[in-house]
């Protein structure tokens, strides 16, 4: 699997340099922009995103595809959408005989998910996840958008109900953008587990997992969730004194909602002098 610290260099540097807390910004909030058409998956898979994608549906298919009747419909066009966007881009599109839907998976490093409507709700009736961030497809599929956040204290109240309205508005020619980011200790793309993952031994030692998630309407009934997952070394702020001071404030701005779905809140006295030490270190310098 891959680790945080085979992350890109340049990569990182952009990161950093235009962080999803950038001025301040609020730790949890809906956050979506518009974006163009062209820019909705970034880069085709790479050799090692096959390799990850492909060894987790060799060992583990059921826990990582799935494809309820709801949902069957909507494939093939969701494929063939995939398969233009990617041609007009120029990745490759290869079968690979895992199936049209797990063979697209394979294209993108992204994780790709349709949400389909269910009365007045959209659940998630199809997905291809090989990036969960401490959730599990058997656990999820079938849930709404209130019952995707289950578990996760705070996070339903905040969000779900602005996602669902988001959902209902999406226009067909639309594509939306997001990116979120969290604070654990050392972990793996593939992390299907609770909220509880290891602590690192300092703050320092933690990795940033950060989701860049696009919503694209796939026509009335479907909704095209995806989610490409990174991780960086938290260490590397040290060399961002903006990045540094600007989380700091996100964090100082937590309200008691938000600290309660914040994973390190029980550390949060440490992480702070972490940041503020940085930031004022660049600037004695």
Not at 27 to 38: A, N, T, V
Request: proline share 7%.
């Amino acid at each position: 699997m891959q680790a945080a610290s085979s992350y890109p260099e340049e990569a990182t540097a952009a990161f950093f340099c235009d962080p999803p807390w950038q001025g301040g910004a609020p730790r949890y909030k809906i956050g979506l922009s518009p974006i163009d058409r062209r820019a909705w998956l970034q880069e085709p898979a790479s050799p090692e995103d096959h390799v990850r994608k492909q060894t987790l549906y060799a060992s583990r298919m059921n826990d990582v595809v799935a494809i309820q009747k709801a949902a069957e419909r909507h494939v093939e066009p969701f494929v063939a959408l995939l398969r233009d966007h990617c041609g007009e881009l120029g990745y490759p599109t290869p079968a690979s005989g895992f199936g049209n839907f797990a063979d697209a998976a394979l294209w993108v490093p992204d994780d790709l998910c349709l949400m389909v409507r269910s009365g007045h709700q959209y659940a998630l009736a199809a997905a291809s996840l090989c990036a969960p961030s401490f959730w599990t497809l058997r656990e999820k599929l079938g849930q709404p958008l209130i019952g995707l956040h289950a578990g996760h204290e705070g996070l339903n109240e905040l969000l779900a109900d602005r996602m669902q309205a988001v959902f209902e508005r999406l226009p067909q020619d639309r594509v939306l953008a997001r990116s979120n980011w969290f604070l654990h200790g050392p972990s793996q793309l593939f992390e299907p587990r609770d909220r509880t993952i290891d602590d690192p031994n300092c703050v320092e030692d933690a990795v940033i997992r950060s989701e860049r998630q696009t919503l694209r309407r796939l026509n009335a009934d479907c909704v095209i969730f995806t989610i490409r997952v990174r991780l960086i070394p938290f260490a590397r702020i040290l060399d961002f004194p903006e990045a540094a001071a600007d989380m700091a404030q996100t964090i100082r701005n937590l309200t008691a909602a938000e600290l309660l779905a914040f994973s390190l809140r029980h550390r949060i006295s440490e992480l702070l002098e972490f940041l503020d030490t940085s930031a004022s270190n660049a600037r004695r310098r």
